[in-house]
């Protein structure tokens, strides 16, 4: 736990659990019995203490310097001040905002933990129950139009919890001979963590594809870069590894900033998507390198977004206030389309106050800035519902889908037909 935590700022929970660890080392390296577990050079059974020592040393020597007046010290609002393991979105911010962004990682880094606990106290059954659970909510995810962030990020923080570090090959001096049963028992688990590699590919390429904030999942993120990093650091190349080719593509995949248009980053994401087109039909190339941002109290829209068409950033800028909290920011950015005007907010509220809606403080027309909804065509319709644009959302009686009557019949007949069949088979039952 301390080695995930790394530098990040502790809380005055941690600080206490810390304080009854180390006193609980005080009494191990005060009892005449239990020191040579802790001191003695010559017992292996000494490393688990010794390890843990060092790092509760390290860890309280980073709490003194950031404890004042027995409260801990979140960061500071100067540059200079900042650890080398906060991101470069959080320099320049108040000092609430990062004991906000600070109070929110413990809190992935708990969670994250508690999936790797979970994982690993858990028999084959319950690893193949918890895989498949996850598989088949991933799947929903990818049929619907709308992806809920909270249950992808839950996902992904599941599918990392479950990684096993990489694993050298065998190699030809390594004459150990295993049982069948021990042999069956390895296959399996290969299996299990090879479906586990490929659902966290899957989760990061469609996290990136919708432009979602990734500091929501830095720490899960950083877990599995933790285990590349420690086998590349102790064996090699992560490529020369079992199952090498995943691990190589999970390596790319998880690069902080990778180029865009970048062959092996793209190529990574179409084979974790599948090939069929109907299969990633509505998902977008990652070309937009930023995310939608209320940084400084102004809002701007993503990469994406501000290239649309008839989206424009005027001089006049709309407040908006959250619903819930009353907190402000502005908004620039606007839908022109002839002579109807919109200002945009944020489609996902306001994160502290669980996706609160933004309003209009002077009542002026808003609209959410989903992609679906801004993407006007040439024809002055919704891309995504314009016939002669081949739009998804349209059926083979070029109409719109969900207004299409034609449809909406042959849906309500199959429907009753399926009913109907599921009544004579209990008639069917009933009189056997």
Same mark, same amino acid.
């Given at each position: ?134 598989? @088949? $909510? *991933?799947?929903? +995810?990818?049929?619907? =139009? ?5 249950? #992808?990020? !839950?996902?992904?923080? /599941? ?36 479906? @586990? $590699? *490929?659902?966290? +590919?899957?989760?990061? =390429? ?5 432009? #979602?904030? !990734?500091?929501?999942? /830095? ?214």
């Amino acid at each position: 736990m301390l080695h995930v935590l790394g530098n990040a700022p502790s809380t005055p929970w941690l600080e206490g659990v810390l304080r009854l660890v180390d006193s609980r080392l005080a009494e191990v390296e005060a009892s005449d019995v239990e020191a040579r577990y802790v001191s003695s050079t010559r017992t292996e059974r000494r490393q688990p203490w010794a390890q843990l020592r060092r790092s509760l040393r390290a860890r309280t020597s980073l709490l003194r310097q950031r404890v004042v007046a027995g409260q801990a010290v979140v960061a500071d609002v100067e540059q200079t001040q900042f650890d080398r393991s906060t991101p470069d979105f959080m320099r320049n911010r108040t000092q609430e905002a990062v004991g906000t962004y600070c109070f929110k990682n413990v809190k992935r880094l708990r969670l994250l933990n508690k999936a790797i606990t979970r994982w690993g106290n858990s028999s084959f059954s319950e690893r193949t129950a918890l895989l498949d659970e996850l598989e @088949a $909510r *991933l799947s929903t +995810i990818n049929g619907s =139009s709308d992806s809920d962030v909270v249950q #992808l990020r !839950e996902i992904l923080r /599941e599918s990392v919890g479950a990684l096993s570090p990489p694993r050298a090959q065998q190699t030809s001096s390594d004459s150990m001979e295993m049982s069948a049963r021990s042999m069956e028992s390895l296959q399996m688990s290969a299996q299990l963590q090879q479906r @586990a $590699r *490929l659902m966290v +590919i899957k989760v990061i =390429s469609l996290w990136r594809e919708l432009w #979602l904030e !990734e500091v929501q999942i /830095e720490a899960v993120l950083n877990r599995a870069r933790q285990l590349i990093g420690d086998f590349e650091a102790s064996v090699g190349d992560v490529g020369q590894a079992c199952a090498g080719k995943q691990w190589s593509r999970l390596k790319e995949v998880l690069r902080p900033e990778c180029p865009e248009g970048s062959p092996s980053v793209l190529g990574s994401t179409a084979h974790a998507l599948g090939s069929n087109p109907a299969q990633r039909r509505g998902k977008r190339p990652r070309h937009a390198s930023r995310c939608a941002s209320s940084e400084g109290g102004s809002y701007t829209p993503s990469d994406y977004v501000q290239g649309l068409t008839h989206v424009q950033k005027l001089e006049g800028g709309v407040r908006l206030h959250c619903s819930q909290c009353g907190h402000v920011i502005m908004s620039h950015w606007y839908l022109v389309v002839g002579d109807a005007v919109r200002a945009l907010r944020p489609q996902c509220g306001h994160r502290t106050c669980k996706k609160s809606s933004y309003l209009s403080v002077t009542n002026a027309k808003v609209i959410h800035d989903k992609s679906d909804i801004l993407d006007i065509c040439e024809h002055g319709r919704r891309r995504s519902e314009c016939v002669a644009c081949g739009g998804r959302d349209t059926c083979k009686h070029k109409q719109v889908a969900r207004w299409c009557t034609q449809c909406k019949r042959a849906k309500t007949a199959n429907k009753q037909g399926r009913g109907s069949v599921g009544a004579r088979g209990s008639e069917f039952g009933r009189q056997g």
